[in-house]
């Protein structure tokens, strides 16, 4: 039985992770730096070798030298290029690892379908709006950067709201929650927090991972409240309060909307780093590159690989921004339930489930970590006095 009067129970303490969580935090980094080195290496091996300017002739080749169907084909032939060389260690960080660790229950047939999937999308949205950018470049040499980036915005808007209502629902599948009074409780704290008309919807992650996780998006009549079914089976339906209500303060304190404006005006600066470095790359490599305007289809790699750049360099600043955004989302949440208790308790089983490090080091903190560490989490939730609402 869970206690009626939350202020009466004391702070909650922080357990030290498990030797499990230690290896997959240690082992993680490892994942991330492979990951972030390939990331930089896989596009300028393609682009030294002439291979991308290759794989354009060939696409140039079977649409007959016409635009669009030129890019469509190149775009697939460079994806599919790139999907292949990753397949090992998207394999073992997206399978064999998470199995590994016991934080899936994956079937390997689902994880491939998945990935196929990820791919096709990943091309008919390439194909919906990389011709932007190269009829720009043609179009408006100088300026080409600012057009492009100033059509970012409408485009991550657009993302965000057919995302999670078609594009979301081919991966897992999305119906209503099967307790209903724990919906209720949910819609009630939703109401509390002036979200009305929100639908509720479970998530059936669990034929995907044991990780647990929520979320609050949309607007108008595709206003949603997301659960995946394995934080509903981890998680007690006060401890599920809590979690609705932090996912509740993104929402109303407009998070998503600002990261879309700073994502939007971060692509402007990112598209004009490009801009002003791209030619110094043409200039120096461009004899092997084998192409040398950035209007040439063949240096998609190469947007690639500065994009890359500028956004690892301004990784830091984005993390912190996030992690200033969750604080105000767990005093929301707070203030919203008034629940200390079940706050801290959350957290304390989001380590034990995800596997977290609840005090990792300040370098992982830097470069990593999107949210708080748990441990500063559950510190604070200590501390706090909820304010009411
Ligand atoms: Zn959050």
Redesign the pocket.
Known sequence: MEPESPASEGPVDVPPPSEKALRYHRSGNVVWAVEHLLGLALPAAILLTGLSARLRTIAGGVAHGRFYPTLVVYLALLSALLFVVQLPLSFYVGYRREHAYGLSSQRLGKWAADELKGLLIGVLLGAAVLWVPYLLLGASPARWWLWTGALALPFFALVLLIGPVFIAPLFNKFGPMRDQALEAEVLAVAAQAGVEGARVFEVEKSVDTKKVNAYVTGIGRTKRIVLWDTLLARLTPRQTRFVVG??LG?YVLGHVRLNILISSALTIAGLFAVHLTADFALGRFGDRFGFDRLADLASMPLLMLLLSLFSTAITPAMLALSRHH?RA?DRFGLDLTGDNHAAATAFVALQEQNLAVPRPGRLYKFFRAS?PPIGERVDFINAYRPQKR
């Open positions: 932090h996912e993104h969750e989302a949210h």
